[in-house]
């Protein structure tokens, strides 16, 4: 099993940064993919920004590249994203979760934290 823990989440204004923690531990997957999603109220999780542990190799949502970026700390075993430039639409329930392999589909994600709230005042 894997554990993965959020922080950083919070109350930010427009334009404001916030970046969010994602621990990891017990049986992670050396050479999978962390990626992170969010779920704004009444809309469908989708998927934000991967990252494999090995490769290094990013992945963005259109929707926030150039204004999010995804990093790990593999001796911590901790990923990372930075948001910038934050947007009321940004607004949701952020998680972090892995897989083997880059799944942009919630519905194939192996392993879940239990999410972390950002909200984005106008």
């Known amino acids: 099993q894997v554990q993965l823990v959020e922080s950083g989440g919070g109350l930010v204004q427009a334009g404001g940064s916030l970046r969010l923690s994602c621990a990891a531990s017990?049986?992670?997957?050396?050479?999978?993919?962390m990626t992170w999603f969010r779920q704004a109220p009444g809309k469908e999780r989708e998927f934000v920004a991967g990252?494999?542990?090995?490769?290094?190799?990013?992945y963005y949502a259109e929707s926030v590249e150039g204004r999010f970026t995804i990093s790990t700390d593999n001796a911590k075993n901790t990923v990372y994203l930075q948001m910038n430039s934050l947007k009321p639409e940004d607004t949701a329930v952020y998680y972090c979760?892995?897989?083997?392999?880059?799944?942009?589909?919630?519905?194939?994600?192996?392993?879940w934290g239990q999410g972390t709230q950002v909200t984005v005042s106008s």
């Open positions: 990252i494999g542990w090995s490769h290094k190799i990013t």
């Open positions: 979760a892995t897989s083997s392999r880059l799944h942009r589909n919630y519905a194939d994600v192996d392993y």
């Open positions: 017990g049986r992670t997957i050396a050479n999978g993919v």
